[in-house]
């Protein structure tokens, strides 16, 4: 019983620090997230911003082109539009990287989550295990404390018992001597009443 608990309580210890290092991963997880989403927010403006200017300039240039403005305005705005175009294209592509960044530490925070749930659920059947066994080994206690409690009175029993046998065994062996010393001066006194007799009829026989 006390093996049981002692396991049971080990369980339920080691799902709590489980959980805790869940927990911690799914802060950190929520933490990257946050930080993510902040900039992949900041990153949509910019490649909003950026969208809007490659748009302008590449109208520029149209509009240049149509009206059939001077070649050195038309490659000046050429150029300036190459750039708009390149700066989109670096918006876009840093844009990208963030959605990956946010997308996985959503993931992460989704499925550490779900462990911290599992574990927690883990945790709530084994603690009813451990009150169980705890309660298992309150009865086990009990019964071996009454168990003793028997034994204990048994043994004072017996030995009560034995001291009065012993008690009843001296005084049977006090009578005895005392019987023995009587016995002992009985006949020391016949002996020395024969030893009289035997003189006087010595004396007569003279």
Do not use: H, W
């Not at 490649?47 to 748009?55: D, E, G, H, I």
């Not at 050429?78 to 840093?94: C, D, F, G, H």
């Not at 599992?118 to 066994?133: R, V, Y």
């Amino acid at each position: 019983a006390q093996r049981d608990q002692i396991g049971a309580k080990r369980n339920v210890e080691l799902a709590q620090r489980t959980t805790k290092e869940y927990e911690k991963y799914l802060k950190e997880a929520s933490a990257g997230y946050a930080k993510a989403d902040k900039a992949l927010k900041a990153s949509e403006k910019t490649l909003a911003n950026a969208q809007k200017a490659a748009n302008a300039d590449l109208e520029k240039l149209n509009t240049a082109k149509n009206q059939q403005m001077p070649s050195s305005a038309i490659q000046e705005l050429s150029a300036k539009a190459t750039k708009s175009k390149n700066a989109l294209k670096e918006a876009e592509k840093v844009n990208a990287d963030y959605a990956k960044q946010a997308s996985k530490f959503a993931s992460d925070v989704k499925a550490n989550e779900s462990n911290v749930k599992e574990s927690k659920k883990a945790e709530k059947n084994l603690e009813k295990k451990l009150k169980k066994a705890e309660k298992n080994l309150q009865k086990y206690n009990k019964k071996q404390a009454e168990i003793k409690k028997k034994e204990d009175a048994k043994k004072k029993a017996t030995l009560k018992a034995e001291e009065q046998k012993l008690k009843e065994l001296k005084a049977k062996q006090d009578k005895a001597a005392k019987l023995q010393s009587e016995s002992a001066k009985e006949a020391a006194a016949a002996a020395k009443a024969i030893e009289a007799q035997q003189k006087a009829l010595e004396k007569l026989k003279k």
